[in-house]
């Protein structure tokens, strides 16, 4: 009876075994979506802004991956001179050191040049444009799991190599970022690893009692 209800146990735990590396080796999940538009000039869509928070980013369950694809509909306050949405602020309070993997539409972008507040994108209109309207500029970077907030941060144009008509997010509408002012999220075990936790107490538990 022992032998059997040992071979029990051990098979159950294969299956759960082979759940839990499958649910491992998953490839990366959306777990968050919203689309903030933001108004410029008349236009309540002026520049759009999706975002999008991925977990399991490279195959790494330590890290989500946050993504901004920005639509500029109209932003372009002095076309000729301005160089459209150039300008790109997610205001973090703090640096911290898990934030990594910066992206933006091209090479020309600077990254956390100007006011001392991660993650910001810019380039200068003496560089090229940036994002015009009618065209779509995708950014992004990386954290360990964290919370999300709203930013309160900002969008602007380049003109004469300065940040001018910037345009600040209504209080609540910012686009998601990490909440960097509370610690990261605990990892915690799969279902299928909590199955195999409570599974091996619970043989343990049984074979004691025989």
């Known amino acids: 009876m022992r032998s059997r209800l040992l071979a029990m146990v051990s098979g159950i ?8 590396g499958a649910s491992t080796t ?25 975002v999008e928070v991925f977990d399991n980013f490279g195959g790494d369950f330590s890290k989500y991956l946050w993504q901004y694809t920005v639509t ?8 000729g001179t301005s160089n ?12 911290v050191p898990d934030l990594g993997d910066v992206f933006a539409p091209n090479a020309d972008w600077e990254t956390n040049c100007c006011s001392g507040q991660p993650v910001e994108w810019d380039i200068r209109n003496s560089v090229g444009p940036g994002v015009l309207p009618g065209e779509e500029g ?11 907030t709203n930013s309160t941060g900002w ?7 300065v940040q001018t008509n910037l345009v600040f ?21 799969a279902p299928a690893a909590w199955f195999l936790i409570v599974l091996g107490a619970t043989g343990l538990a049984v074979l004691r009692k025989r």
Do not use: K, Q
């Open 26 to 50: 998953a490839g990366a999940a959306l777990i968050f979506s919203n689309t903030h538009s933001y108004e410029f000039g008349g236009d309540p869509d002026a520049v759009v802004i999706f």
């Open 72 to 79: 500029n509909n109209s932003y372009d306050p002095n076309p």
């Open 155 to 161: 969008f602007h144009t380049w003109e004469g190599d």
């Open 13 to 20: 735990a294969v299956f759960a075994a082979s759940i839990l």
């Open 169 to 189: 997010y209504p209080e609540g509408d910012g686009p998601e970022v990490p909440n960097v002012a509370l610690p990261p999220i605990s990892t915690v075990p």
């Open 84 to 95: 459209g949405f150039s300008g790109f602020e997610t205001a973090l309070p703090i640096a």
């Open 138 to 148: 995708v950014f992004g970077f990386t954290s360990l799991p964290r919370f999300i």
